[in-house]
């Protein structure tokens, strides 16, 4: 970090860059985060990337109202927002740039990978209770930080673009997946079976479940809070459950090019829903319950078309090494939901054992 720019925002919350280390941890894509470094304290400093998120007022205003209704009702439960600046202000401004101070959690790990089951469990767990906590919380009062952002039925407009205006030979290069695409269609019409549905409703989601986003202790692996609150807004509950069934369940991460190592697997799928519906079973309604498995279905489509719409846009949005990086992408999120669909039965078998 620049020292021009630490000064003038550390000044913001009372700190000098000569009472403190500052120096880049994290894995995210996203954001720059900082782990900041007092003689007695340590913090986190973020910046917030105006790129994807193009109105971080909105991220402040939600994790705020939040933090409020949290600190009324449950007042033991750990929620790490913004600390405020000298201003009383959510967030510092500078060069067009936002920046956000937050507590350090001690004691704590955020894996970027699954190595034991009892991880799934306890992540699934934690997204589970803060959904349970925000249950009677009205959603609305939230803004959208990311405008469609699970939107499939904007995702599967945004692909058929992109294959009207893609060249010849990309689309070429890719027939067996967009003719996986169109097949799979077949799942946003269901969703869009129960959009109107009272009992299909709106909640306050995470929509950003990997395992990153959770802190666990790091000698117990016991759960501790849910971090990384950007994209904190109303939605169904299937973002949080599908997104979770997508970077949980498979051993390799997307960018896997080895088609024959995507597979579920299923004792992390059982802690996974375990976990989550020891806290939201009985808030989840009959109709979201029999939508669990969908859920999968729903967000792995949704990422497999993503990815497939940026390589025929010519690789515009996620950043590649080489040049087939999205296909391939898709090609493993396409093998994700055709495992999802292949092990059907023995999913909602499990399902169905936590939900008795």
Known sequence: MELEIAENILKEYGF??????????????????????????????????PEVFKQPEAIAHNISVVAQYLHTHYPEYLFPSSIKTAQDQEMVQYENEYWRLMPYVPHTVALDTLSDPKQAYEAAKQFGKLSRLLNHFDSSQLQLTIPGFHDLELRYVQFTQALDLAPTFLKQSCEKEIEQALHHHYILNYFNSYQNNPDFQDRVMHHDTKISNVLLDAQTFNGVCVIDLDTLMPGKFISDLGDMMRTYLCAFSENETDLDKINIRL??????????????????????????????????????????????????????????????????????????????????????????
């Open 267 to 356: 004792p992390y799928f059982s802690a996974m829903i375990e976990g989550y519906l020891s806290e939201m079973k009985d808030i989840l309604t009959s109709v979201e319950k029999e939508l669990i498995l969908f859920s999968g279905k729903y967000i792995i489509y949704m990422q497999a078309l993503r990815f497939l719409t940026d390589y025929l846009n010519g690789n515009i949005y996620y950043p590649i090494k080489y040049a087939t990086q999205n296909l391939d992408r898709a090609k493993n999120q396409f093998r994700l939901l055709h495992e999802l669909n292949i092990n059907e039965k023995e999913l909602q078998d499990i399902i169905e054992s936590y939900l008795i």
């Open 16 to 49: 000098s860059t000569a009472d403190v280390q500052i120096h880049q941890i994290g894995s995210g894509h996203i954001n720059r985060t900082y782990l900041l470094s007092t003689s007695d304290q340590k913090y986190i400093l973020q910046n917030i990337n």
